[in-house]
């Protein structure tokens, strides 16, 4: 793409209004648009970035037997009346609107319940299970506060998958699948480092749940963190027992605040039994379909990635998630040979399936590197005239600011596009056994 077709524009001040520093630094390189409070929208280079982490996640999930579907976002109150979850005093997050007929429907805030009742028309035997629709969808949620950017918002984007097994050992057997295509989800968007497998509160049917919390000073909740054991507590459940019945020490236990990117959950019969979701098992019994929920965040993701890897100059994106491989920089302003070069080498670069964002607008070179900087492409590319007549091209890598001068050529044939599929070889075996 040419930078100079590209609506968006950079600024070097973020709104006033706007508290948190992953959203400052997405509106400032011209990512998202601030709606409202907790309400943002998509531009070109942001919805690249979320695209690329929907595709990790949405792979991962497939590896483990996830099918895509789509739900409605309006929701249907009756099925909410059937498990209680339709009043306020229930659950306080609910938006809710009013037909003409003056009936009212609700804006899923999740879909366990819709989903479930979807599901008794596919599902009547133990042949038809187990079986794993997830979908990536927009959610809603009325937060009380919305000061954290696009990690909370009020419209946001969800990745939910509910699992319908027969008993709960094959349950079971899935939860513990889910756990490593999560953490692939969390390697792979360059967040595997920090994040951290945490005991949280499960709700009626499971001692625990199970929360993907990564480290960060911009998180909301507090956790304890066991860095040899890769596990950590919730405060919500750390309490003495607790810290002895998972085998943990509280010396061993540092107390960190966390942004939690995913969270998965042991229904049971929770909502299989209320909305009639049973199956006929193999010995000619009916049963009720035992249930999971699992849900991911592909927004708080990305707020959660710029909050963990952005410098002082702007944001640092993982290639694995960058909206572009390569940023060229051409500094051919005033010298029409420079700029036909870089067009050729943007071509070139193009054709071999290397996905390149081309700095062809008429502005000065502090301008466009200082905006390269901000938007945060992980190899940003020099041609200038300089450059040119030596044969090279100037190589600056984003995350550790290196600078190296390479042989043009060299560097072009060394260049390999990134496989669309590089899902982990080592989490892959684990799923594979
Ligand atoms: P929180 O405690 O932060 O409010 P939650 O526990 O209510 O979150 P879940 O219902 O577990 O959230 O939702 C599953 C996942 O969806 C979360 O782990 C998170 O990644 C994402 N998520 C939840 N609420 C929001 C939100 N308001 N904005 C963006 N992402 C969200
Ligand atoms: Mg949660």
Redesign the pocket.
Known sequence: MRQSSLFTKTRKEAPKDEVSKNASLLIRGGFVHKEAA?VYSFLPLGLRVLEKISNIIREEMDAIGGQEILMSSLQDKNIWETTNRWDDSVVD?WFKTTLKSGAVMGLG??HEEPLTRLMTNHINSYKDLPVYPYQIQN?F?N?VR?K?G?????E???K?LYSFSRTNEEHNEFYEKSKIAYMNVFDRVGLGGTTYITFASGGVFAKY?H??QTISDAG??IIYVDEDKKIAINEEVYTDKVISDLGLSKESLIEKKS?????I?SLGTKFSEPLGLNYVDEDGKTKPVVMGSY???P???M?TIVESLSDEKGIVWPKSVSPFDVHIIDLGNKNEEVKKHAEEVYQELKSKGVSVLLDDRNTGAGEKFADSDLIGIPTRIVISEKTMQAGNVEVKYRSSGETVMISEREYIDGLVAEPANNLSAINRNKLAG
């Open positions: 907790g997050v805030f999740t959610k949620r937060e919305a954290s696009v990690m909370r918002g009020r946001f984007i969800m939910d749940s929360e993907f909301e909740d942004i939690e990117v995913g969270n959950f849900g991911l965040g927004t708080r993701v707020g």
